[in-house]
């Protein structure tokens, strides 16, 4: 059963959402990849946000772009965390996304990340899914002392070779 929908709009928004699939797959956490607009067909769009419960979702990560009305409408209708990830666009550079996101009614929260943020999107799943899952928790530890071992490593070959060397890689 996923814990984890997975649903965007286009099929133009599926390299920043498998970052998201991914990061739940490194993770070890079920999920399920929908493309489905809320625009274009809205029934199919109801009886996805409708059903998501039954289906066993604890979150849903929503990516849109431009009007970017899949993640609220998720939002208002499926009852636990929804995180929206507003798309790049050509036009607004991804602000037209991210404000459509950001900026929901009151009473009707969505988590937002930056724009193209699909693994962030994932990893705010993997901590709200821990919150229930000791195991899970572990792994979400585990991967913070991974970026932090990262970035020691990568200081400590600056100081062995210096900023030039370090540039050339």
């Known amino acids: 059963m996923p814990q984890v929908g997975i649903v965007m709009g286009s099929d133009s ?10 990061v739940l ?5 079920s999920y399920e990849m929908n493309i489905i607009s809320a625009h274009r067909e809205p029934d ?22 431009m009007a970017a009305h899949l993640p609220g409408m998720c939002a208002a209708i499926f009852p636990l965390p929804v995180i ?35 693994a962030n999107a994932a990893i705010l799943a993997a901590k709200i899914l821990a919150t229930s899952d000791p195991e899970l928790l ?15 490593k990568k200081d400590e070959r600056l100081q062995e070779v210096g900023y030039r060397a370090y540039m050339e890689k």
């Open 13 to 22: 928004d599926m390299p920043v959402m498998a970052k998201a699939a991914q």
């Open 25 to 29: 797959d490194d993770f070890g956490i």
């Open 44 to 65: 199919e769009f109801f009886e996805y946000a409708k059903s998501a419960e039954e289906k066993g979702y604890k979150v849903i990560i929503a990516g849109a772009g």
């Open 84 to 118: 929206g990830i507003p798309m790049h666009t050509s036009s607004l550079g991804g602000r037209d996304s991210l404000y459509s996101i950001v900026q929901m009614p009151s009473g009707i929260p969505v988590a937002t990340v930056a724009i193209n943020g699909g």
């Open 138 to 152: 572990a792994k979400v530890k585990e991967y913070a002392a991974s970026l932090k071992e990262g970035v020691q």
